[in-house]
């Protein structure tokens, strides 16, 4: 027995991990238009939120072999799938389906098993930083300046801010080399290296290089010829340790599931809530242009301003069509006015003083 879903625009929008520390966010979002079915592991854990918002919430564990049915709209993946159960049931169904939550490898592979069963409804691969937000506001910026043969992405991580298990599964990889282009050169990086100070929001933070799927799909999409995201933290002592560790060895050494919840309480929290921000520089032919995304609801906020846009995307209700097959947040047929469309969220980009400046 297999997973079976079929396509009823007239049904509504799935949400796995609905009622999770990012899928509640997106729940919400999404109520506000369109009947939702959220699931989880454990649906009781959901019923509050589905009474708040008159949803329906059902078990779907991905982990449990049982097959899960239903009748969706289209689907938004805010949980991690290992074997790929909520990608394969969507494509298999001709249903619109958005997917937020893929480390680099994992998005890979979901490239190949997408393609390889030829989907009919977009799938779109939206797991760059923040829900596809840097890819989106980095493709936003190329589009002003003709191009983008550099992009820098710099996130700064509050610390005070809520993160649910699945944000904070980066930590795994931080003991892995990943594929990185620089200056048009594909190379392996060691995770938390390169590192800098830059200006974030006005403050600096020191930041360093992590694995992100916009390095992987910016030089495909945009010919990027140089991609770098780097992560820092809101408090300068978190960095400093978080760099000492890996000077130590500590993320080769500490490896296997033996050590993940030291691993994850690193940075997992429970917090009342921080503001996420992140700084992107797209250069071109000389040019450069800045932007500083800010969202004083947090990071898992902003996150789900990016999966909701994502369904506004496969949906074809953002003023573009639909894209067809397997595509990238960055790949927007307008990504200045997609990118506009987070002020809607109270999500605030603000760009360098001058339209377009020489670049440094």
């Known amino acids: 027995m297999t997973d079976a879903l079929r396509h009823d625009p007239s049904a509504p929008v799935l949400i796995t991990g609905g009622y999770g520390t990012v899928g509640a966010e997106i729940a919400r979002m999404v109520a506000l238009d369109a009947p939702t079915l959220l699931t989880g592991r454990t649906p009781e854990r959901g019923r509050a939120l589905a009474a708040e918002l008159g949803a329906e919430v059902r078990a779907w564990d991905l982990t449990d072999p049982a097959p899960f049915r239903a009748d969706v709209r289209a689907v938004i993946n805010s949980v991690n799938d290992p074997e ?58 190329a589009a002003e300046l003709g191009g983008a043969e550099r992009v820098e992405i710099a996130v700064r991580w509050d610390m005070a801010d809520r993160s649910g298990a699945d944000s904070v599964e980066f930590m795994d990889r931080l003991g892995v080399e990943f594929e990185v282009v620089d200056d048009g050169r594909r190379r392996y990086a060691a995770p938390l290296t390169d590192a800098r100070t830059v200006l974030i929001g006005g403050g600096p933070v020191r930041v360093a290089r992590i694995d992100t799927p916009e390095q992987f799909t910016l ?142």
């Open 219 to 360: 030089p495909l999409t945009l010919a990027t010829t140089t991609a770098v995201t780097r992560i820092g933290f809101s408090s300068p002592a978190a960095t400093r340790a978080l760099l000492a560790l890996r000077g130590a060895g500590f993320f080769r050494w500490a490896g296997g599931e033996r050590w993940a919840p030291a691993r994850r309480a690193l940075l997992h929290s429970p917090g009342d809530g921080g503001t996420a921000r992140l700084r992107i520089d797209v250069s071109h032919q000389g040019r450069s242009r800045t932007a500083t995304v800010t969202d004083p609801r947090g990071q898992s906020h902003l996150t789900a301003v990016g999966a909701l846009l994502g369904l506004h995307r496969v949906l074809g209700t953002d003023g573009a069509p639909a894209p067809e097959g397997v595509v990238f947040p960055e790949q927007h047929p307008d990504p200045i006015r997609a990118a506009g469309a987070l002020a809607t969220h109270g999500v605030r980009v603000d760009l360098d003083p001058d339209r377009i400046e020489a670049a440094a």
């Open 84 to 141: 790929d159960r909520v990608l394969r049931a969507a494509v298999a169904a001709g249903v619109p389906y958005v997917d937020i939550t893929r480390w680099t490898a994992r998005l890979q592979r979901a490239v190949t098993v997408a393609a390889l069963l030829r989907p009919t409804a977009p799938v779109l691969l939206s797991s760059a930083w923040m829900g596809g937000v840097s890819s989106l506001v980095a493709a936003s910026l």
